[in-house]
Every structure is written in structure tokens, then in C-alpha cells.
């Protein structure tokens, strides 16, 4: 049986960006240059230091034009593994419209209450479209932030 080992290592003092990210907005403009106008829906994710400073973001899925599958267990290896404090999440909506689906409810509140098993506070889910608008899950359905 091999023994896996996880750390972290500490590589200078890089940053992806020096700015806070203190509000939607912020966050918002960080994935519509990762998703651009792209036709499958995405998911990424920006890791927050303890002063609200991004340390890294990614992609993390890529589904069809109309759905992604999300696992909250790879959304928190992700942020364990950037050492993050808080997270945003994003993905994008192919089609424009930006309402979210039932779906993408029940998602963002299971996946807060993982982060919130493992004290990472999950700050906003963002959905972006290609006209360069967004939708913050949080200020339309604060409920499933508690």
C-alpha cells in the first residue's frame, strides 16, 4: 500500500493578484476573463488569503452548453490545497440569460456547507455570461449563505 502525502510549499511570495477582491464586481471581472465567451458552461473558483487577496484561481469543470457537475469535495480540495480562508466561485451561462437554476441553488448551498465544515467561508457564487454581465447568487439569495 503506498502512503500519499499532501503539504503545502511555500513558493516565494507570488500573488496572482495584489488587490482585495471586496466585492462582486471584483470578482465578476476575474471570470469573464477566464470563461470569455466560451460555449460550455465552466466553474472556477478564486482562493482568498485572510485579507480578502486572491492566491490562486482556476477552472475547475467544463460541462455541456447547458450543464456541469459539480462536487464540492473537488471545490475544497482546490481551496485546502491553495490554503485559502474564503472562496468565490463562478461559472458562466452560455446561453445569456442569467437566472439561476434550481440547480445552481441546491449547489451553492451544498457546497457552503462544505466549506463551512472546514471553516473556509464561501463569499459569493457569481454566474457570468458572455455580454459581460453577472449575477451574484449571494445578493439574491442571502438565505443560503447562513
Known sequence: MEIVE??????GVKRV???MISSPDKGATIFKQMFGDNSQECLGI?????????THYSTIYKG????IVISPKDILKVALLSNATSVIL???HPSTDLTPSPHDIETTRNINKACASVDINLIDHLIINSKGE??????NHSKEFS
Open 6 to 11: 499532501t503539504y503545502l510549499k511555500h513558493r
Open 134 to 139: 453577472h449575477y451574484s447568487i449571494r445578493e
Open 17 to 19: 493578484a495584489s488587490d
Open 46 to 54: 478564486i482562493c482568498l488569503d485572510t485579507k480578502g487577496r486572491p
Open 90 to 92: 463562478g461559472h458562466n
Open 64 to 67: 455541456t452548453v447547458n450543464h
